[in-house]
C-alpha cells in the first residue's frame, strides 16, 4: 500500500511536470518573445493556449502536496523545513504570474501591459527553476529526515539543485513549445508554427545539452542518484532519450500529433527516470518510502479517494473532449436577445464586481 | 497563515453559491422562455471562472504555507488532518472540470442537457467546503487517532477523523454562510447598479435571485449557529466562556454586548443583559444555568486576556451583523407577503448595497471565534501552536511579501471583472475569453483583447 501511494505521488509529480511545466515553458517564450512590437505574434498565440486553462494545472500541485502531507507527513515536514526559502520563492511566483497575467490583460496602457507582462514572464521561469532546485535538494540527499532543518541555503543552491533548476525550466520551454506548435496550428498561423517549430528544436538541444553536462554533475554531487541513473533507471534513461529523438525527428515531418506525445513521453520517463533512481527512498538515504509512510488507515482513505476521483472525472474529462470537438448549435441554446436591455446602457459603470 | 486563509475564505462563498444562482436564473430562463435569465445564467458562469481560478491560486499557496509555517504540525497530524483534504480533491476537480463543461456547454448541448451538467458543480462546492471544514473541525474536536507513549501517530481511523464530532454542525453553520455570503455579495452589486439606475428587468432579476438565496439562508444561519453555540457550550466549555467573556463560573450569567477583560480580568465596559448568557446556553434551565468560567481551566490552557477579548469581540460582530442581516431579510420578506414586490425603498437598496461586505465581516468573525477561542491549542487538548509553529526566520518578510501580493491578486479579481462586464455591456457578444472555456479565433489583425 505504501508502495502504491508513493506511485501515486510519482504519477501527479509527473502529470504536473507536464501541464504545469507547458504552462510556465509558455511563460519562458513569452519572456524572450522580444519587443513589443516584434513579440507580439508570438504573444497572442500563448494568450490563447494560456487563457482557457488560466492557473487550473496547479490542481495538480495541491494534489501532489495533500499526497505528500497525507501519506508521508514526515517527508513533507522535513522538506518544507529545509526547503523554505525556494519554496517560499515558488508560492510567491505561482501568485504573481496568476495575477500579472490577469493584470496584463485588464490594462490597457502599452507601458503598464508590458510591466505586468514581464512579471508574468519572469515569475515562469523563477517557478519551475524553483521545483528543479527543490528536486535537486531531495536527489541529492540534502534534506535530513526526521523534521530537522537542513542547511538554508546550501541545501538548494548547490551544483545538483542549479542542475535541476535549469533542466527544469529547459523542460518546461521544451514541452511548451511543442504544444504551441499545435495550438499555432489550430489558429493556421504558418508562420508562428514555423517559429515554435525552430524554438522546439532549440529547446531540445539545450535540453540534451544540460542533461549531459548533468552526468557529470551527479557523479560528483549526488552520488546515490548517480548510481541509480546508471543501472536500475538506466533503462528509462535511454527510453527518454529516445522519446526525445523521435519528437525532433516527428517535428520535422510535420505530424500532426505525434510529436507533441513522444515530448511528453520524453518528460515523463525522465520524471520516472528520477523516481526510480532514488526508489525506495523518499529522502535519499535518510528517509524510505515505508519509514515515512502514515498508517493503514490513512492509506487505505487516501487510495480510495484517489480511486473514486478516477472513477468521477475520466467520463467527466471524455464529456468535456466531446464538447471541445462538437460544432455549435446556437438556434437550440438561445444565442443573446438580440435587444438586450444591456446594450442601451452604453456608459461604463461597475456592475459585478463580485 | 490565518491571513491568506482569511483571504482565500472570501472566494469560497462564491465558489460554492454562485453555480446555484445561475442554475436558478438558467432554470428560470428555459422554463419560461427568459432571455434576460439566460443570459444572466451565460455571465454569471463566466465570472464563476474567475473566482475559481483565482480560488485556485490562492489554494495552491495555502497547500505551501501548512508546511512552510506548521512543519511539526504537518509532521505530527498530517496523516489524520489530510484525510479529508484528499477527500477534498475529488470535488475540486469535478468543480473544475464541470465549470469548464458547463461553459463549453452553452453553445453546444440542448437546455435541458445543458442545465444538468450545471449540477455537479453545485453538489462539489457543497461537499468541497464539508471536506475542508471536516479537517478544521477535526482540530476542534481530534478523534480517530491513536498514539503511541511518545506522542506519535501509530493508527488512524478515516472515518472517525472525517466524522468527528464537531463536523456537522461546523460544516453546516459553513455551507449556509457560503449560500449567505454569496448571495449578499451579488445582490449588493446589483443593489448598486439599481441605485444608479439601472432597474430594468435584467437587473431586478439579477438582484431577485441572488438575495432570496441569501434571505432563505440567513434565517437557517441563525439557528444552525444557536445549536452549534450550544455544541462549544457542552464540549469546548473554555471557548465558549471566551465567547462569553465569563471570568468565574456561576448561574445567573449576563451577556454582556462589547466591553473586554481588564489586566486584572475582571469583565470592564460593554453593556450587560442580566441573566441572558446563562438562558441562551440551556433555555430549558433559564437563568439557572451554570456557565464555566475561565478559571477553571489552568491559565496556560487558556486563552490569554487578549485573546479573549478578541474572541468576545469577533462573538459579537457575527451575531450583531447576523442580526442586521437576518433583520433585512424580514423586510424582504414581509414586502413580498404585503405588497407582492421586492422592497421599492432606497434605503433598502443601499443597505442591500452593504450586506455584501457585512456578511464577509460576520464570516471573518466567526472565523475568528473558532480559531481564536480555541488558543492556546491547534489541536484541541493535544498540541500547543507554539509546538506547531516552524523556527524559521525571516517569517515577517514572507509575511509581509503574502500581504501585498494578496492585495494585488484581489485588485486584479475585480479589475478583470469590471473589465468583463464593460465588454458585456458594450454590446459586444457574450463570448468572452474566461479561464476553462473555449476561446474564440482570433481574427486577423486582433488586437489582444483583454479577458
Ligand atoms: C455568514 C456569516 C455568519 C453568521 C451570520 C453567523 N455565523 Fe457563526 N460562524 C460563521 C459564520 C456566521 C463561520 C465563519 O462560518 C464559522 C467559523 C467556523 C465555522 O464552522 O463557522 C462560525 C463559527 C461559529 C461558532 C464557533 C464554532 C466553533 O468554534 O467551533 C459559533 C458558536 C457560532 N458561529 C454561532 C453563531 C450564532 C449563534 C450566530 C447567530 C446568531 C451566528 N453564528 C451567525
Ligand atoms: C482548515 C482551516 C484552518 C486551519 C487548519 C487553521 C489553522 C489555524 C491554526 C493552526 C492557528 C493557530 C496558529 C496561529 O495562532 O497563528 C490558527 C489561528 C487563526 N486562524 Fe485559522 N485555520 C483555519 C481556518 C481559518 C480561517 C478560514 C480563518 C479566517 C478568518 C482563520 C483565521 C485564524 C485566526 C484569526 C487565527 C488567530 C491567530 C492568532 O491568534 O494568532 N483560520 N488557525
Ligand atoms: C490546503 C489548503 C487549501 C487548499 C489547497 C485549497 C484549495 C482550494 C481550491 C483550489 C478551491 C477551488 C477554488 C474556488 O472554488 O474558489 C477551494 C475552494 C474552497 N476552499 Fe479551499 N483550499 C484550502 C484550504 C481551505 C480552508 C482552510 C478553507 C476553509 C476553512 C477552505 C474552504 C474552501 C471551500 C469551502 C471551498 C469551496 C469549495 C469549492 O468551491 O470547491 N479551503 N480551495
Known amino acids: ?354 | 497563515m490565518a491571513f491568506t486563509l482569511a483571504f482565500h475564505i472570501i472566494l469560497v462563498p462564491l465558489g460554492v453559491s454562485w453555480s446555484v444562482m445561475t442554475l436558478i436564473a438558467n432554470y428560470r430562463g428555459i422554463k419560461h422562455q427568459d432571455a434576460d435569465a439566460m443570459l444572466l445564467a451565460q455571465r454569471w458562469s463566466k465570472y464563476m471562472a474567475v473566482t475559481f481560478a483565482v480560488g485556485a491560486v490562492t489554494g495552491t499557496v495555502l497547500s505551501f504555507e501548512f508546511g512552510l509555517l506548521w512543519p511539526k504540525f504537518m509532521g505530527q497530524w498530517g496523516a489524520a488532518f489530510g484525510v479529508p483534504f484528499a477527500f477534498e480533491g475529488i470535488f475540486f476537480f469535478t468543480e473544475a472540470v464541470f465549470i469548464s463543461i458547463y461553459i463549453f456547454g452553452w453553445r453546444r448541448l440542448k437546455p435541458w442537457a445543458h442545465f444538468w451538467t450545471g449540477v455537479p458543480i453545485a453538489v462539489a462546492g457543497i461537499f468541497g467546503s464539508i471536506s475542508v471544514v471536516a479537517a478544521n473541525a477535526w482540530m476542534n474536536s481530534p478523534q480517530g487517532v491513536t498514539l503511541d507513549k511518545s506522542g506519535k501517530v501509530i493508527d488512524v481511523d478515516p472515518m472517525g477523523v472525517i466524522f468527528n464530532d464537531a463536523m456537522p454542525l461546523m460544516a453546516a453553520h459553513m455551507v449556509v454562510a457560503a449560500y449567505l455570503v454569496g448571495g449578499f455579495m451579488v445582490a449588493s452589486v446589483y443593489a448598486v447598479g439599481m441605485l444608479k439606475g439601472r432597474t430594468d428587468h435584467y437587473h431586478r432579476m439579477g438582484f431577485i435571485i441572488a438575495f432570496t438565496v441569501a434571505a432563505i439562508a440567513t434565517p437557517v444561519q441563525m439557528a444552525v449557529g444557536d445549536t452549534l453555540a450550544r455544541w462549544v457550550y457542552d464540549n469546548q466549555p473554555t471557548k465558549f466562556a471566551a465567547i462569553e467573556m465569563v471570568p468565574k463560573t456561576s448561574d445567573d450569567v449576563p451577556e454582556v454586548l462589547l466591553g473586554h477583560l481588564n489586566s486584572e480580568g475582571e469583565v470592564t465596559g460593554g453593556i450587560p443583559i442580566p441573566g441572558l448568557a446563562s438562558i441562551l446556553s440551556d433555555p430549558s434551565d433559564g437563568t439557572s444555568t451554570v456557565v464555566q468560567g475561565l478559571d477553571e481551566t489552568p491559565a496556560a490552557d487558556r486563552p490569554t486576556n487578549h485573546e479573549v477579548n478578541v474572541t468576545h469581540l469577533a462573538w459579537d460582530v457575527m451575531v450583531g451583523v447576523g442580526t442586521l442581516l437576518f433583520l433585512l431579510t424580514l423586510w424582504w420578506w414581509a414586502a413580498w407577503i404585503f405588497r407582492r414586490s421586492m422592497p421599492g425603498s432606497k434605503w433598502f437598496l443601499r443597505a442591500a448595497a452593504a450586506s455584501g461586505v457585512l456578511g464577509v465581516v460576520a464570516m471573518e468573525a466567526g472565523w475568528t471565534v473558532s480559531e481564536v477561542g480555541r488558543q492556546p491549542w491547534i489541536v484541541y487538548e493535544k498540541m500547543k501552536v507554539e509546538d506547531a509553529a516552524t523556527a524559521n526566520t525571516g517569517i515577517w518578510i514572507t509575511f509581509i511579501g503574502v500581504v501585498i501580493l494578496y492585495l494585488g491578486l484581489g485588485v486584479t479579481t475585480i479589475l478583470v471583472m469590471r473589465q468583463m462586464s464593460r465588454r458585456f455591456r458594450g454590446g459586444q457578444s457574450g463570448e468572452v475569453d474566461v479561464p476553462y472555456g473555449p476561446s474564440e479565433p482570433i481574427e486577423a489583425g486582433d488586437e489582444k483583447v483583454p479577458l
Not at chain 1, 505528500?68 to 522538506?79: K, M, Q
Not at chain 1, 523563477?126 to 535530513?144: E, K, T
Open chain 1, 1 to 354: 500500500m505504501d508502495t502504491t501511494a508513493a506511485l501515486v505521488l510519482f504519477a501527479a509529480i509527473t502529470t504536473y511536470a507536464i501541464f504545469g511545466g507547458a504552462d510556465f515553458g509558455a511563460g519562458f517564450w513569452d519572456l524572450v518573445a522580444g519587443g513589443t512590437k516584434r513579440g507580439g505574434r508570438a504573444r497572442n498565440v500563448i494568450d490563447h493556449a494560456i487563457a482557457p486553462v488560466w492557473e487550473a494545472n496547479h490542481v495538480w500541485l495541491i494534489f501532489v502536496w495533500v499526497l505528500l502531507w497525507t501519506c508521508f507527513p514526515e517527508a513533507y515536514a522535513s522538506i518544507t523545513l529545509t526547503l523554505f526559502v525556494p519554496l517560499t520563492l515558488a508560492a510567491l511566483g505561482i501568485v504573481l504570474r496568476g495575477a500579472s497575467f490577469a493584470f496584463r490583460k485588464a490594462v490597457f496602457r502599452t507601458r503598464d501591459r508590458r510591466n505586468f507582462g514581464a512579471a508574468f514572464a519572469i515569475s515562469s521561469v523563477l517557478v519551475p527553476y524553483c521545483f528543479g532546485a527543490v528536486i535537486g535538494a531531495i536527489a541529492s540527499g540534502r534534506v535530513p529526515a526526521g523534521g530537522k532543518a537542513g542547511a538554508p541555503w546550501g541545501s538548494w543552491v548547490n551544483p545538483t539543485s542549479v542542475l535541476g533548476g535549469v533542466l527544469a525550466v529547459c523542460v518546461a520551454a521544451y514541452l511548451a513549445a511543442f504544444f504551441l506548435v499545435s495550438d499555432a496550428r489550430r489558429l493556421s498561423d504558418e508562420t508562428m508554427v514555423a517559429y515554435f517549430r525552430r524554438r522546439a528544436i532549440g529547446a531540445a538541444a539545450a535540453a540534451g545539452l544540460v542533461a549531459l553536462v548533468g552526468i557529470f554533475v551527479l557523479a560528483n554531487d549526488a552520488k546515490y542518484l548517480f548510481d541509480g541513473l546508471t543501472s536500475r533507471a538506466l533503462p528509462l534513461v535511454i527510453l527518454s532519450a529516445v522519446c526525445g529523438l523521435a519528437a525532433l525527428g516527428l517535428l520535422t515531418r510535420r505530424t500532426r500529433h505525434g510529436a507533441r506525445l513522444a515530448a511528453v513521453g520524453a518528460v515523463a520517463s525522465l520524471v520516472a527516470a528520477w523516481g526510480v533512481a532514488q526508489w525506495d527512498y523518499l529522502l535519499p538515504e535518510s528517509l524510505t518510502v515505508s519509514a515515512a509512510a502514515a498508517p493503514t488507515g490513512t492509506m487505505t482513505a487516501v487510495l480510495v479517494a484517489t480511486g473514486l476521483a478516477a472513477v468521477l472525472i475520466v467520463p467527466a474529462f471524455v464529456l468535456l473532449y466531446v464538447l471541445d470537438q462538437k460544432t455549435l448549435l446556437p438556434e437550440e441554446s438561445m444565442p443573446e436577445p438580440a435587444h438586450s436591455p444591456l446594450e442601451q446602457v452604453s456608459h461604463v459603470t461597475d456592475e459585478p464586481a463580485g
